[in-house]
């Protein structure tokens, strides 16, 4: 594990060691944390992209990055933040402050070979960068950065949005995970109200074509 360590580094090359020094004590997991500021984030991309260059076929991204390649949020910061209260007796103490962090956990060898033999494998699902206040509340906005290397901002609105998914993500900070894919359900739910469309058109044929043979025969 290293913590606020690269930003304070001021050579490229010292850095490049240092994580490649760290990468080759790790067994399991390697975890680096920096400052959430754009700073600390273009440190810990560039020790992203040496492990990805470098770390070999065994190398994979645990979190938060659902994928491996290019960020989609270079040049713009991706943090997360914990809350905590500050020691002391003074007036500062007695409320909380917000600690703003960027971090990346890479594993040696598939992370899922710690999971049980039994639990059967969930897709990558993307990964919130962000929650943004929505005026049309209760609707959420997020960026969400998709296993394609793409970062796109969603909106969440409560009636269009599974109920138990939709309090899940209420509750979610920047750094969980949105258990949620793309939907491809409307194209399938348009096709079957064509056909369910085609089958009342020929039922409503069949009878009125009854009702004209009964007119015409109650003539004879």
């Not at 850095?15 to 440190?43: C, D, H, P, S, Y």
């Not at 402050?97 to 710690?114: A, H, I, P, Q």
């Not at 609105?157 to 309090?167: A, I, N, Q």
Request: charged fraction near 30%.
């Amino acid at each position: 594990m290293s913590g606020y360590v690269l930003l304070e580094v001021a050579g490229e090359l010292e850095r490049r060691k240092i994580v490649e020094n760290l990468w080759q004590r790790t067994n399991g997991f390697l975890v680096l944390i920096e400052e959430g500021t754009k700073a600390g984030f273009a440190a810990l991309l560039e020790a992203r992209d040496r492990l990805i260059k470098t770390g070999g076929d065994d190398m994979q991204i645990f979190a938060p990055c659902p994928h491996l390649l290019q960020c989609g949020k270079a040049g713009m910061t991706c943090s997360s933040g914990v809350k905590y209260y500050q020691l002391g007796l003074t007036k500062d103490a007695a409320y909380p402050s917000t600690e703003k962090f960027s971090y990346l956990v890479v594993s040696r060898g598939d992370w899922r070979r710690f999971a049980s033999p039994d639990e059967v494998a969930e897709p990558v699902f993307p990964r919130i960068v962000s929650t943004l206040p929505n005026p049309r509340a209760p609707a959420l906005d997020m960026d969400l950065c998709l296993p394609n290397g793409d970062c796109e901002r969603v909106t969440f609105s409560r009636t269009g949005t599974d109920r138990t998914l939709f309090f899940f993500l209420k509750n979610s900070a920047a750094g969980d995970i949105a258990p949620c894919l793309r939907s491809t359900e409307d194209s399938v739910d348009a096709e079957d109200d064509d056909v369910d469309d085609g089958e009342e058109v020929v039922e409503e044929e069949a009878e009125n074509s009854v009702e004209d043979e009964e007119e015409e025969g109650g003539r004879r």
